[in-house]
Nanobody, 116 residues
Framework: QVQLVESGGGLVQPGGSLRLSCTVS????????MGWYRQAPGKERERVAG???????SYADSVKGRFTISRDNSKNTVYLQMNSLKPEDTAVYYC??????????WGQGTRVTVSS
């Protein structure tokens, strides 16, 4: 059974940085695309960034130039480096293992609060 565990969230001032991690167990991590999503209070979950099994990345317009997604297949971990954080980045952040054959899997989420 695949499990995803996020970490690295917290409270940060505007302009600050955080790095989120998502470690996957119970699956051959390296073959799956991964994504980071977020859900702000009262809003629908939205895609923030994605990375293919080969390392190709994509980003939502709202985070381009500020966030960087990466993966370390030796550690079964995907990262989201978040710089120049804004109050509107406040949300619960989720990682997602993307698989049409086995079904997508989600982590439990980690909360990010950007506030002075």
């Amino acid at each position: 059974q695949v499990q995803l565990v996020e970490s690295g969230g917290g409270l940060v001032q505007p302009g600050g940085s955080l790095r989120l991690s998502c470690t996957v167990s119970g699956s051959t991590f390296s073959i799956y695309p991964m994504g980071w999503y977020r859900q702000a209070p009262g809003k629908e979950r939205e895609r923030v960034a994605g990375i293919s099994s080969g390392g190709k990345t994509s980003y939502a317009d709202s985070v381009k130039g500020r966030f960087t997604i990466s993966r370390d297949n030796s550690k079964n971990t995907v990262y989201l480096q978040m710089n120049s954080l804004k109050p509107e980045d406040t949300a619960v952040y989720y990682c997602k293992l993307i698989s049409a054959s086995r079904g997508d899997a989600w982590g439990q989420g980690t909360r990010v609060t950007v506030s002075s």
